[in-house]
C-alpha cells in the first residue's frame, strides 16, 4: 500500500532553498563545473531529468554528465520562464516565445527537436491544447488572422507533423477525450463528434440535444456566437465512460442561462443561472441513447459512473441524483427530484454491494453519508460530521478511515457513527498505512498512533511525546525500513516499531522567507512519476472532478502497485503512444527509482545569518551525511532532479556546477 504522494513526496525530500545564496568550495565538492557558451536566464529538469535552460542565443539541452551543450533552438531565445509547462506523461516541455508570448513551442528535449509550433501552424494564440497519449497526437485550438479565424490543428507527436487543420470546426470546444485506435470524442458548445485523429475526417458528428440535432446550420451559427460571449467556466463539459459499458459514452456540461425583466418603472435587469445537461451517445455511431437532453436546475459538479447509474451533483447546494444509463431517467428522490446532502459533494468511494460513501462540504467542516445505488436511498439516517475537508479516506475491512486538513477519524458505514470518540487532530498528511497496520502522528498529544487495519480502534504506539523546535507543526510521515519517520521543515524524528524514538533532529532555518521556492516546485516532478502508479488503484479514477483520494488497501490493484508490479507509467502510456524504446526505457528507470524511498532528505539550515548550508541527512540515523556551504547571491539559477538527487547551479552568469548527493 501506498502513502499519499504529497506526503510522500514532502517525507522523500524536504527541500528548502535559496534565493539570495550560491554554493562555493567547502563541504561537498561538484560532480563537474563547465563554462557555458553564454549566460543562463534559467533552467529547469525535466520528468526525464533532461536539463533545458533558457540563454540569449537559444534554449540549450545539456548534458546531465558532462554539462557539455548538446543543442540549441535559436527560435526560443530568451523564452519567458514562466511559460514553462512539463507536459505530463511525456518526455515533452512546452513553452511560448519571447516575441511571441501567446505561442506555443512543444520540445522534445532528448532530440532537441521542436515538435510542435503554433506560429509554423499558422496561429496567433493558443486557446486550448490537448495531449492524446493513446493516439500519440496533440490537438490545438487557436486563432489566425487577428483572431476573426478558429483553427483545430492536429500533431504527431512523435515526429511533429501537421497531420490536418480545420477552420471554424468547433469554434468553441468544451471537452476531447482519447479513445485510442486514432479515434477521439470532442464535444462543443452544441454538438458531438468522434473524430479520426489522423486525417480528421468525421465519423459522426450530431448536436447534443435530439430535438435541435437536425438544425446544423442553425446551431453552427450559434456556436460562433456564443463562443464570443462565454467563458469556459461559464460553460464546462465532462466526457464519462462508464467503466462496465464501454460502447457508450456521456456529456454532463453546464449551460448558462439570462433572463431580463423590466419591472413597472421600466428598470432592466438581467439574471445569470447555470443548469447541468446530460446526454448519452453511443459510441460506434453517435446515436442518441436518450429521447431528449436531461437539463437539472443547478450548476455543474461532480459525476460518478456508478455500476448503476450516473451519479450527478450540484456544485452548489447539496442536490444529489442518478441517471438511468438505458433512458436518462432520474433514479432519486421522490419523482426523480434528487436527494440532499449537506452541502455540495466533494467525493465518492465505492464501498461494495452497490454502496457508495459520499462526502460534501459543509462551511468548514465536511459530512459523509452512504448511498444505496440499487434502493436509491440514503443508508444511514443522519450524515457524520467532521471538523476541516476531507482530502483522504482509506476504505478498511471494519470502516473507512477518514482525513481531513485537520482531524482523522474512523467511520462505521453501517451506523453512520464514528468508531473513535474523540478524533485525532493533525490531518491526512500524519496517516501513512501498509496493508496490515495505519499509522497516525497526533499533533494534540505528539503521540504516534496505530491500529491493524482489520480493527476499529487505533492506540498510542509511543509513550514519549515529540515536540518539534522552531514553532513547527509535523507535516507528513513516512513508513522507513527503520521505522515511521515524522518530518516538517526542518525537523525530523525516527519511531522504531516498537514506539521508541529512536532520534529527534532539528536544524535551525534560514532567515530569508524566499529558500523554499525552486526545490518545491521541483517536487512536481517527482509527482507525476508516483501518480501514474497510483492512478491505477485510486477510486477517484471513476470519477469527474473528484477532489478526495479514495483508497483500498485490500484491493488487488493496490497490492501490485505496492509489490512494485505495476508498469502503468512504461507499458500503457508510453506504449500507447507509441514512444521510441529510449523514452520507454528512461521512463520506466525513473518511475522505479520514484518509487523506492531514499534514505536521506535535504534541509536547509543557517547557525547564522553568514552560515548557510545543504544538508544531507540520513532518515537511519538522523546524522549529516553530506554539506554543500552556501554564500551570497542575490539572484540564484538552480534547479534540482528530485529522482537523482542532482543540484544545478549557476555558480556565475556562465559556469554551471553539478552537486550529486
Not at 57 to 86: C, D, F, H, R
Not at 190 to 196: E, G, I, W
Not at 449 to 475: A, C, I, R, W
Not at 478 to 502: M, P
Amino acid at each position: 500500500m501506498k502513502n499519499n504522494p504529497s506526503r510522500i513526496l514532502a517525507s522523500l525530500l524536504i527541500l528548502i532553498f535559496i534565493a539570495n545564496s550560491s554554493v562555493f568550495a567547502g563541504g561537498s565538492a561538484p560532480l563537474w563545473t563547465k563554462e557555458m557558451k553564454s549566460g543562463i536566464n534559467w533552467q529547469k529538469v525535466t520528468s526525464f531529468g533532461l536539463v533545458v535552460a533558457s540563454t540569449g542565443k537559444g534554449l540549450i539541452g545539456i548534458n546531465t554528465a558532462t554539462g557539455e551543450e548538446m543543442w540549441v533552438l535559436e527560435e526560443l531565445k530568451n523564452s519567458p520562464e514562466n511559460s514553462y509547462e512539463q507536459i505530463p506523461k511525456s518526455p515533452f516541455v512546452a513553452m511560448s516565445s519571447a516575441d511571441a508570448p501567446k505561442s506555443v513551442y512543444v520540445v522534445n528535449p532528448l532530440k532537441g527537436s521542436i515538435v510542435f509550433s503554433s506560429k509554423a501552424a499558422g496561429l496567433e494564440q493558443v486557446v486550448d491544447k490537448y495531449f492524446l497519449y493513446l493516439s500519440g497526437k496533440i490537438l490545438v485550438i487557436g486563432t489566425s488572422k487577428g483572431g476573426k479565424n478558429t483553427e483545430m490543428v492536429m500533431v504527431d507527436m512523435i515526429t511533429g507533423t501537421k497531420l490536418w487543420s480545420k477552420s471554424g470546426a468547433f469554434s468553441f470546444t468544451t471537452g476531447v477525450k482519447d479513445l485510442g485506435n486514432d479515434e477521439i470524442l470532442i464535444t462543443s458548445a452544441f454538438f458531438a463528434s468522434k473524430v479520426n485523429a489522423s486525417n480528421g475526417e468525421e465519423f459522426w458528428k450530431t448536436g447534443i440535444d435530439p430535438k435541435t440535432a437536425g438544425m446544423a446550420s442553425t446551431l453552427g451559427m450559434l456556436e460562433n456566437f456564443a463562443s464570443k460571449k462565454l467563458t469556459k467556466e461559464e460553460i464546462m463539459a465532462q466526457l464519462i465512460i462508464p467503466p462496465d459499458d464501454p460502447n457508450m459514452f456521456l456529456i454532463a456540461a453546464q449551460k448558462k442561462n439570462e433572463s431580463t425583466k423590466i419591472d413597472s418603472k421600466g428598470v432592466k435587469s438581467v439574471s445569470i443561472t447555470y443548469s447541468s445537461v446530460y446526454m448519452a451517445f453511443v459510441t460506434a455511431t453517435g446515436k442518441h441513447m436518450w429521447n431528449e437532453v436531461v437539463e437539472l436546475s443547478h450548476p455543474l459538479g461532480i459525476s460518478y459512473a456508478s455500476a448503476d447509474g450516473l451519479i450527478v451533483c450540484a456544485s452548489t447546494g447539496g442536490n444529489i441524483n442518478m441517471l438511468n444509463y438505458a433512458n436518462g431517467n432520474r433514479m432519486l428522490g421522490k419523482k426523480g427530484s434528487g436527494l440532499n446532502l449537506k452541502g455540495p459533494a466533494a467525493g465518492m468511494a465505492p464501498l461494495g454491494g452497490g454502496r457508495m460513501l459520499v462526502v460534501s462540504d459543509n462551511g468548514n467542516n465536511s459530512a459523509l453519508t452512504v448511498l444505496d445505488t440499487k434502493s436509491g436511498m440514503f443508508t444511514i439516517d443522519k450524515a457524520a460530521k467532521i471538523k476541516g475537508i476531507v482530502s483522504y479516506t482509506e476504505i478498511l475491512p471494519s470502516g473507512v478511515l477518514v482525513g481531513t486538513d485537520e482531524n482523522v477519524n474512523m467511520l462505521n458505514t453501517t451506523t453512520g457513527e464514528w468508531y473513535w470518540e474523540k478524533a485525532i487532530e493533525g490531518g491526512a498528511d500524519l496517516i501513512a498505512s501498509d496493508v496490515e497496520k495505519v499509522y497516525i502522528f497526533n499533533t494534540d498529544d505528539n503521540l504516534l498512533y496505530h491500529m491493524d487495519v482489520n480493527t476499529t480502534s487505533s492506540k498510542p504506539l509511543s509513550s514519549t511525546p515529540v515536540v518539534f523546535q522552531g514553532k513547527e507543526k509535523p507535516k507528513a510521515i513516512e513508513i522507513t525500513a527503520n521505522g515511521i519517520l515524522i518530518t516538517s521543515d526542518q525537523n525530523l524524528a525516527l519511531f522504531d516499531l516498537k514506539g521508541t524514538v529512536k532520534f529527534n533532529q532539528y536544524f535551525v532555518a534560514p532567515t530569508i522567507s524566499d529558500f523554499k521556492k525552486a526545490l518545491l516546485i521541483a517536487s512536481a516532478v517527482r509527482a507525476a512519476y508516483y501518480t501514474a502508479a497510483y492512478a491505477t488503484y485510486s477510486a477517484a479514477f471513476g470519477a469527474a472532478s473528484q477532489s478526495i483520494e479514495v483508497k483500498d488497501s485490500q484491493s488487488k490493484a493496490a497490492k501490485d502497485v505496492t509489490a512494485g508490479i505495476s508498469k502503468a507509467f512504461g507499458d500503457v502510456t508510453l506504449k500507447g503512444a507509441s514512444y521510441t524504446a529510449a523514452y520507454i526505457t528512461m521512463a520506466q528507470q525513473r518511475f522505479t527509482a520514484t518509487t523506492q524511498a531514499t534514505d536521506y532528505m535535504l534541509i536547509m539550515t543557517a547557525e547564522t545569518k553568514k552560515d548557510i548550508r545543504l544538508l544531507q541527512v540520513s532518515k537511519i540515523d538522523g546524522k549529516v551525511m553530506n554539506t554543500i556551504q552556501i554564500g551570497k547571491d542575490k539572484d540564484p539559477i538552480y534547479d534540482v532532479d528530485m529522482v537523482e538527487g542532482k543540484l544545478y547551479y549557476m555558480k556565475d552568469a556562465t559556469k554551471m556546477e553539478c552537486y550529486k548527493f
